[in-house]
């Protein structure tokens, strides 16, 4: 995939932006900014009602990579965090809850 500048940001901002799918439809959520400022993931189905925090989602992310070794080093800071799960993670599957996750790795 080419990534345009402005998906560079997006990625930067929302680093599962591409990533997290839902896990009854496998259709892709979206980053969104929530009117109170929150980020979060927003699912096009009818799966789930409510968005998908995005802080919850990608901690969770980042500590099942640390759990298999993915994080070479400590603390990457957020930042860093779409080029890491991008290398790292093919897909990242998001059940009912944010903290239920199925990840497809990259091979
Ligand atoms: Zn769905």
Not at 49 to 69: C, H, N
């Amino acid at each position: 995939m080419v990534l345009t500048a402005s998906t560079e940001q997006l990625r930067a901002e929302y680093p599962l932006c591409g990533l997290l799918v839902c896990a009854s439809c496998d259709l892709p959520l979206s980053p969104l900014a929530s009117a109170d400022g929150e980020r979060c993931y927003q699912s096009p189905c009818g799966c789930r009602l409510r968005p998908v925090d995005a802080s919850t989602v990608e901690r969770v992310t980042y500590e099942a990579l640390a759990r298999r070794g993915l994080v070479r080093r400590q603390d990457i800071p957020r930042s860093g965090w779409a080029t890491l799960f991008v290398r790292a993670v093919a897909a990242v599957r998001v059940g009912a809850v944010p903290d239920e996750l199925m990840f497809a790795w990259q091979t």
